[in-house]
């Protein structure tokens, strides 16, 4: 595995790769890499013959109340991980590098991005879409790897490639989840033993609306009144930023299951903020 510090390196890289005929995969993280990662990993290495990472905490998605300087920093265990996932090119440039002085330009997503996610964190995806382009542009690979938990960032860079018409495939990775079902998130270390319990009412919450679609639940209402109930009584959470239900690509609610939907999430258990979502898809017939 080679670490690759300097853009013009990785972009040379990859570029001799593309010459001789190679694919690229590209899986985009922020490091503080764990088993959740690990699987987009294994996904991609499994269907290209180069894989690109790259670890870049991105100081432009943080919000001004977020702590961009305390995000967790682990570089030689990213390393390690990413030595046994069989990676190619682990790329971790510096913000200088990223952002040199005079940086001024920015991506700007659509509605999608002032929604759920993006309201609660204004700026959030702007930053997030700037850095992915970015990022694309320095490695273009054939197909970049997200991860489904994070739904709302992976439809907007859908949709910045479909409207930049960026030349690379999104490949949208199930949810890797902890044996109790939680999701795999870095954020799951601050969680005290007691609230790592609780947290497990989350996952459970969304799979308890998943069985009333499959009983015949199909307006949101019901569904929604389903996840609350378990979420309540056993996630406890201090606070439900939202739950709701929506249409996958576009993030707009919907009143009634006659499709694609997805149940998502916010809570909080204790001082940590957790997301996750399902998706749910209408039975084809009813009786
Ligand atoms: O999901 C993340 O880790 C980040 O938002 C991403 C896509 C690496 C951009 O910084």
């Avoid at 030689?76 to 090119?89: E, F, H, M, Y």
């Avoid at 960026?166 to 890797?176: E, K, Q």
Wanted: charged letters at 25%; proline letters at 8%.
């Amino acid at each position: 595995m080679r670490i690759v510090t300097h853009p013009e390196t990785m972009r040379d890289l990859a570029r001799r790769a593309r010459r001789s005929g190679e694919s690229i995969g590209f899986v985009p993280t922020m490091g503080a890499l764990h088993d959740g990662h690990a699987a987009l990993f294994a996904r991609a290495r499994g269907e290209s013959r180069r894989l690109a990472v790259s670890v870049f905490v991105n100081p432009l998605q943080f919000g001004p109340r977020e702590d961009y300087a305390r995000y967790p920093r682990n570089d030689l265990n990213d390393a390690r991980i990413c030595r046994w996932s069989g990676v190619d090119w682990l790329y971790m440039p510096t913000a200088a590098e990223v952002y040199p002085p005079g940086f001024a330009t920015q991506v700007t997503p659509g509605p999608m991005g002032d929604v759920f996610e993006g309201e609660a964190r204004p700026g959030h995806f702007s930053g997030v879409l700037t850095v992915v382009l970015k990022l694309l542009e320095t490695v273009r690979p054939d197909t970049i790897y997200l991860g489904q938990k994070d739904a709302q960032q992976a439809a907007l860079v859908m949709l910045m490639v479909r409207d930049l018409d960026l030349p690379v495939h999104v490949s949208v990775c199930p949810t890797a989840r902890e044996r109790d079902g939680l999701a795999y998130s870095s954020r799951n270390a601050y969680l005290s033993p007691e609230e790592r319990a609780r947290a497990r009412g989350l996952p459970r919450a969304l799979k308890a609306a998943r069985q009333a679609v499959r009983d015949g639940a199909d307006s949101a209402r019901a569904i929604l009144a389903e996840a609350k109930r378990t979420l309540t009584r056993e996630a406890k959470p201090d606070q439900i930023d939202y739950l709701a239900l929506v249409d996958p690509r576009t993030f707009q609610p919907l009143t009634r299951l006659d499709g694609r939907g997805l149940l998502i999430a916010a809570v909080r258990i204790g001082r940590t903020r957790l997301i996750d979502n399902m998706p749910l898809n209408a039975p084809r017939s009813r009786p």
